[in-house]
């Protein structure tokens, strides 16, 4: 027998989203499937709905009747200020009302490294290191992460906020060998989330067993996640083509990499 009725995916025509359809389909008898575009494919296990998260009243009929929320879905980048405040604060609110209108009492949500950016590689923070984020889009995950602990102390709604660093296939450039999360090991770490014995408030750091660990990410430990995957394997091909980058330049130095060095969204176009 499944361990859920039914699984929420926002977000799930993004890239994680896609994946996580895949992998997560076992664990349910059914997953609705929502975003603000139409998405192609769509399974017999799933439910499509096409809303957006700044639309109070459709998320709180997106959110009845499922047992978990894997919340995936938002502006995915640094944008301006209105898109962030539509997309990713106020659509993670009501993403929480949902949740705590409808009896939902568990969520995992897509925090980001961009929430600790400013961080030095070298600091080696863990879970409970002060926020520092470095960009608009940062923020608002340090909004989200502060949000799901309000709604875990005082409505008793656990959340794992997982910080993804880089997820794709493979990594892209140098950066990426240290911070590259794989397909699967993402879909690991959410599953875990939903289905470890307590969650609790959790902020976890998910990258895969790469060679260079920045971070501590000893305080999710409890969740029982075990990285499968290394980027080693592509270490070779990328730094044969790809440069040395300046270990003096901001995108270098913290974690948060080139957001780092982004000026104010408004002024993108000076």
Wanted: aromatic share 10%; glycine share 8%.
């Amino acid at each position: 027998m499944k361990k859920f009725n039914r699984i929420l995916i926002t977000g799930a025509a993004g890239n994680l989203g896609r994946e996580l359809r895949r992998g997560l389909a076992p664990l349910a008898n059914e997953i609705r499937i929502s975003d603000r575009i139409e998405m192609t494919d769509v399974q017999p296990h799933e439910q499509a709905v096409v809303c957006e998260l700044g639309d109070y009243e459709a998320i709180m009929e997106l959110t009845r009747d499922v047992d978990a929320i894997v919340h995936f879905g938002g502006a995915p980048m640094e944008n301006d200020f209105e898109t962030v405040l539509d997309s990713n604060i106020r659509g993670s609110y009501h993403i929480y009302e949902g949740a705590r209108k409808n009896g939902v009492k568990r969520v995992v949500y897509a925090s980001s490294v961009h929430a600790i950016g400013y961080h030095a590689l070298e600091s080696h923070i863990d879970a409970d290191s002060p926020v520092r984020p470095d960009s608009l889009y940062g923020v608002s995950k340090t909004y989200v992460e502060s949000l799901s602990r309000l709604y875990w102390d005082k409505f008793g709604i656990e959340s794992l906020c997982l910080r993804i660093f880089s997820s794709f296939p493979e990594p892209r450039d140098r950066r990426m060998m240290w911070s590259w999360l794989s397909f699967d090991d993402c879909i690991q770490y959410v599953e875990r989330g939903l289905t470890a014995p307590r969650l609790g408030h959790t902020i976890a750091f998910g990258m895969s067993d790469n060679r260079v660990k920045p971070v501590d990410d000893g305080k999710a430990g409890h969740i029982g996640f075990h990285p499968q995957a290394s980027s080693d394997q592509f270490r070779d091909a990328l730094e044969a083509r790809t440069d040395t980058p300046d270990p003096k330049s901001d995108g270098a130095k913290y974690l948060g990499g080139w957001f780092c060095e982004l000026g104010h969204p408004d002024d993108e176009d000076l």
